[in-house]
């Protein structure tokens, strides 16, 4: 039996796109995303079990055009932590949540839903034991060396943890995003525009655009405009130091969100960065149930991307 990731010409077989093939494109995609801040390893493991469900004949059913429902993202999560082992079971279990989620967003760790980690690591899953054929999978090796200089406050490590698994759930969505695009562009059934300019050749222009509207208030006049001015002064004279996290806590309406634009601006010039990448939560509706006093922002600053990154 032959397996396959995704369908194209129906009742055709011969271009659909193969499961192996997807799966190590992913695999290979996915690490190389996460080179650059030490993951790669963990990503590449994620790829290589993402779709791993769709070993499942009733999969193949529905690729087919039967109207049956298979859980795909469920089996490789599964599988993955029963083999890791040691200190590779720490990771493969934020590589797991990244699996879970490749399609719904990261799951919570129980919530007494059927989303939830603990009850779909339950689950009952189908899969042919042919993937183990196809995959020769490696799980060993997980631990990244990041882990070796964790925060010794628990606090501190746990977000350290929780922001690691995010990255690889990050670098798992775009990888099988672009992979899965590349197939169907190849049929000709979509097309993708991704001819942009690099950022390097639009910072001259962002940072004048930046200081050009900074300008448009003018003197800052009232104790609150200068402790706005004072804030942004501070954080944008602090965009030489070495990338790494940075947070900024300031009461709401200090500034935050332009104090913060610059910082990233001036950063990314600085260390020759390739994104700046701005994630806003439901801002709205969060503000408007729980009416904070004291707000925060984030800016997270990884090493330079080496030249010829595809991320």
Same mark, same amino acid.
Request: neutral net charge.
């Given at each position: 039996?032959?397996?396959?990731?995704?369908?194209?010409? #129906?009742?055709?077989? +011969?271009?659909?796109?193969?499961?192996?093939?997807?799966?190590?494109?992913?695999?290979?995609?996915?690490?190389? $995303?996460?080179?650059?801040?030490?993951?790669?390893?963990?990503?590449?493991?994620?790829?290589?079990? &993402?779709?791993?469900?769709?070993?499942?004949?009733?999969?193949?059913?529905?690729?087919?055009?039967?109207?049956?429902?298979? /859980?795909?993202?469920?089996?490789?999560?599964?599988?993955?932590?029963?083999?890791?082992?040691?200190?590779?079971?720490?990771?493969?279990?934020?590589?797991?949540?990244?699996? %879970?989620?490749?399609?719904?967003?990261?799951?919570?760790?129980?919530?007494?839903?059927?989303?939830?980690?603990?009850? *779909?690591? #339950?689950?009952?899953?189908?899969?042919?034991?042919?993937?183990?054929?196809?995959?020769?999978?490696?799980?060993?090796?997980?631990?990244?060396? $990041? $882990?070796?200089? %964790?925060?010794?406050? *628990?606090?501190?490590?746990?977000?350290?943890?929780?922001?690691?698994? +995010?990255? =690889?759930?990050?670098?798992?969505?775009?990888?099988?995003?672009?992979?899965?695009?590349?197939?169907?562009?190849?049929?000709?059934?979509?097309?993708? /525009?991704?001819?942009?300019?690099?950022?390097?050749?639009?910072?001259?222009?962002?940072?004048?655009?930046? /200081?050009? &509207? =900074?300008?448009?208030?003018?003197?800052?006049?009232?104790?609150?405009?200068?402790?706005?001015?004072?804030?942004?002064?501070s954080v944008r004279g602090g965009a030489d130091q070495q990338p790494g996290l940075f947070t900024l806590t300031v009461p709401t309406g200090g500034g935050k969100t332009l104090a913060s634009l610059g910082f990233a601006l001036?950063?990314?010039?600085?260390?020759? &960065?390739?994104? =700046?990448?701005?994630?806003?939560?439901?801002? #709205?509706?969060?503000?408007?149930?729980?009416?904070?006093?004291?707000?925060?922002?984030?800016?997270?600053?990884?090493?330079?991307?080496?030249?010829?990154?595809?991320?």
């Amino acid at each position: 039996m032959d397996w396959y990731a995704h369908s194209g010409t #129906e009742g055709d077989t +011969r271009d659909w796109q193969g499961l192996r093939d997807h799966l190590v494109a992913v695999a290979k995609l996915a690490a190389e $995303m996460a080179r650059p801040f030490g993951l790669e390893r963990a990503a590449f493991v994620a790829g290589l079990f &993402h779709d791993l469900g769709k070993y499942n004949p009733d999969f193949q059913r529905i690729l087919a055009g039967a109207n049956v429902r298979v /859980d795909h993202s469920t089996a490789g999560a599964q599988i993955l932590k029963q083999l890791a082992t040691g200190p590779d079971a720490a990771v493969a279990e934020l590589i797991a949540y990244a699996i %879970l989620g490749h399609h719904a967003g990261l799951p919570d760790r129980s919530n007494d839903t059927d989303g939830c980690f603990n009850i *779909r690591m #339950e689950r009952p899953v189908a899969l042919d034991s042919v993937w183990q054929d196809e995959l020769h999978p490696d799980v060993s090796g997980l631990v990244p060396a $990041m $882990m070796r200089n %964790l925060p010794a406050d *628990r606090s501190e490590r746990d977000f350290a943890l929780s922001f690691m698994g +995010r990255m =690889i759930f990050s670098c798992l969505v775009d990888a099988d995003f672009k992979d899965t695009e590349g197939f169907y562009i190849s049929l000709g059934k979509t097309k993708a /525009d991704r001819a942009w300019t690099p950022l390097a050749d639009l910072l001259d222009d962002f940072l004048a655009r930046f /200081d050009a &509207h =900074i300008a448009r208030f003018g003197k800052a006049e009232g104790d609150l405009n200068r402790l706005r001015s004072d804030i942004l002064r501070s954080v944008r004279g602090g965009a030489d130091q070495q990338p790494g996290l940075f947070t900024l806590t300031v009461p709401t309406g200090g500034g935050k969100t332009l104090a913060s634009l610059g910082f990233a601006l001036d950063h990314a010039r600085r260390h020759g &960065h390739r994104r =700046i990448i701005y994630a806003i939560p439901f801002t #709205e509706a969060w503000i408007e149930t729980n009416r904070p006093q004291i707000s925060s922002v984030a800016i997270v600053s990884p090493p330079s991307r080496r030249r010829g990154s595809k991320r």
